[in-house]
């Protein structure tokens, strides 16, 4: 059997990805042994700093081993053939194309779900339970999986049909017609997000009037943002952790604040948070990142118009004949070095934007160290890994570490303090 030239480029790339993967959290369990940071002194003690660091370890010893699993077992059907068999098998059914690929598509997904099930498990009622952040039942926890799957199905089937579709239709303008099809989808599932989906998963309260909702809105009126619309969901049903969020956007646009977040802060702080929420607005990175994610869409149709056909592609793959669905599964295999690029370039302006969406708030709220104090908490609260390393940092965080923040935001209210040309 001679190895063709995809069948080395995606082997290379998927062990590649997972070594990368390995050694960054190899280098992140390595940079633990520096002691509780600075910034963080007045608000971590040395137990709390020490239950930090195992947490981190065990879930960083879960994710290596699922990225593992998934990688042997993905080699392994792969070596068997498993693509063609599976494409054999649903072609005795005598199926439209287009439900063909669907069924094909949606039975590797759930293949996939099923096997991540177990390290889901784990992670939520075994190492999230250890310290304590677990709330969720485990009727809560099925129902979600089940939860999401459906909805999985229902509206990634609804993009798998029309992608299929005009792919077979189309002729050479298929990427176009496909890329203003699902955008226009996409837009429509944004706008519909906060209030037919979320409540399936979360619910939605309104703020009730008092002290918080009157500091809410004073905020509001100081910053020129009307905030209509915010409501307290009921995260501590699931997890002890806090948050907040803003989803949708138009009169379909949402301020949720957790109610574990309500919990456990007082008015400066949480009011610190949504200044925060309402900086990524101030500075449009909701709406820059939906464009992002359409122009990376359209790349990456056009790239697969040009792969989707291609029949070494499929041979790599074990295919007999080139299909819709066989492409689309092999592509994005292919894909995975151009991921492995994007992703920390994604990450990267993600926390960007959350320094900028800090800058905002530490600005706009009358006490700024009520934000570090936010965040202080909330980092020790969560078990925020202190000290991850910059590599491990680079490819995996959306947010800065809490004492980049920190600093950060201190820097901001005290520009004096800061020789000029050293900020970022
Ligand atoms: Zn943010």
């Known amino acids: 059997m001679t190895v063709t030239l995809y069948q080395w480029f995606i082997l290379i790339a998927l062990i590649g990805e997972f070594s990368v993967n390995a050694i960054s959290g190899l280098l992140n369990l390595r940079a633990m042994k520096a002691g509780i940071p600075e910034e963080m002194r007045d608000t971590v003690d040395h137990e709390t700093y020490t239950t930090a660091q195992r947490y981190a370890r065990d879930r960083l010893r879960l994710e290596n081993l699922s990225n593992l699993f998934e990688l042997g077992l993905f080699l392994l059907f792969w070596s068997l053939g498993g693509f063609a068999v599976l494409d054999r098998f649903i072609s005795t059914f005598a199926l439209s194309p287009v439900v063909s690929g669907m069924v094909f598509v949606g039975s ?5 779900h099923l096997l991540q099930l177990p390290f889901s498990y784990y992670g939520t009622f075994v ?52 890329w203003m099809a699902v955008t226009l989808f996409f837009l429509f599932m944004q706008y519909i997000t906060p209030t037919w989906i979320m409540p399936w998963f979360l619910s939605f309260e309104p703020l009730p009037d008092g002290e918080l909702k009157e500091a809410i809105l004073r905020y509001s009126s100081s910053s020129g943002y009307p905030l209509s619309g915010i409501y ?27 109610d574990t977040l309500i919990q456990k802060h007082d008015t400066a702080e949480i ?6 929420e309402v900086g ?50 092999f592509f994005g295999l292919l894909m995975t070095p ?71 935001i201190r820097a901001a209210v005290a520009p004096e303090a800061v020789p000029k040309g050293h900020g970022s």
């Open 108 to 112: 590797l997904v759930i293949a996939g």
């Open 127 to 178: 190492i999230e339970e250890r310290y304590g952040f677990n709330r969720s039942t485990r009727r809560t926890f099925l129902l979600d999986r089940i939860k999401g799957l459906l909805f999985l199905g229902l509206f990634g089937g609804m993009v798998l049909a029309g992608v299929f579709q005009l792919f077979r239709v189309s002729g050479s303008d298929a990427w176009w017609h496909a």
């Open 232 to 258: 307290q969901v009921d995260g501590s049903r699931r997890s002890g952790k806090a948050n907040a969020f803003f989803t949708g956007f138009g009169k379909n646009r949402r301020v949720a604040l957790f």
């Open 271 to 276: 009011v610190a948070v949504l200044a925060h």
């Open 280 to 329: 990524h607005f101030k500075h449009r990175h909701i709406l820059k990142r939906m464009v992002l994610s359409i122009v990376h869409l359209g790349v990456l149709l056009f790239l697969f118009q040009l792969f989707v056909t291609d029949a070494d592609l499929a041979a790599a793959f074990g295919m007999e004949r080139t299909t819709l669905h066989g492409g689309l599964v």
């Open 338 to 408: 151009l991921n492995m690029l994007l992703s920390p370039a994604m990450h990267a302006l993600s926390r960007r934007y959350e320094f900028q969406a800090d800058n905002f708030a530490a600005k706009t709220v009358n006490d700024p160290e009520s934000l570090a104090r936010a965040l202080k908490k909330l980092s020790r609260d969560t078990l925020s890994n202190l000290t991850p390393h910059p590599i491990y940092v680079t490819l995996n965080y959306s947010h800065p570490p809490v004492t980049e923040r920190i600093r950060a």
